[in-house]
């Protein structure tokens, strides 16, 4: 028996059905869209939990992604990230049932609207996800922040992501963005979502 309004285990996602298996939109001419609003470095909590919000509001609106396990959000200064390496952004781990993210104040504004959508990412894949790979997971959470960018209109940073020769990261966040990049190409959005909540290529 579980009570109302807990977890049950995992439901299927549904993908929404204005996805389409189109490949990349041809419109990413690095040319940034006239609304894209510059943010500037996020160093006040109050707007760390504004932009996390409303990044969960748009992937959840334009993606159908919506957690059902809550979320515990943290926004840390860098010595509170003890138990994690130099140069981490963001964080995300299950625990006790909850999702725990981490975001590290102070940093670029549009790098944390990116952060927001990397870790969410990382959530969606923890409840509905069949993938297991780290370059999976590292590649569909940048995937991620891709999508946020263009969400956001900020195409100029979104062209540097399908750009080998801009893009620089860690080869595991490179390589598996390709792999999500090259399946949308071939599937479409909704190809990234199906493999990444069934496990097969579109
Ligand atoms: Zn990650």
Known sequence: MVAPGTYAGRRAFDPPLWLTRKGLPPSLNGIDDPAFVHETHVNRRDRGVEIFNETVRMLGRQFNMVLERPITFHFVASQDYSTLQDSVLGMHRMREGHHEIY??????????????????????????????????????????????????????????FIDP????????????????????????ELGVFQYVTTGVEP
């Open 103 to 160: 975001i590290l104040q102070g940093q670029d504004g549009d790098d944390y609207w990116a952060v927001s959508a990397h870790e969410f990412g990382h959530g969606f894949v923890a409840e509905y996800g069949k993938i297991s790979s780290q370059l999976d997971n590292e590649g569909f959470a940048t995937w991620m922040e891709f999508k946020m960018h263009m969400l956001r209109g900020a195409r100029t940073i979104a062209r540097s």
């Open 165 to 188: 020769e801009e893009f620089f990261r860690p080869e595991v966040y490179e390589k598996g963005l390709r792999k999500m990049i090259d399946l949308e190409t071939r599937g479409g």
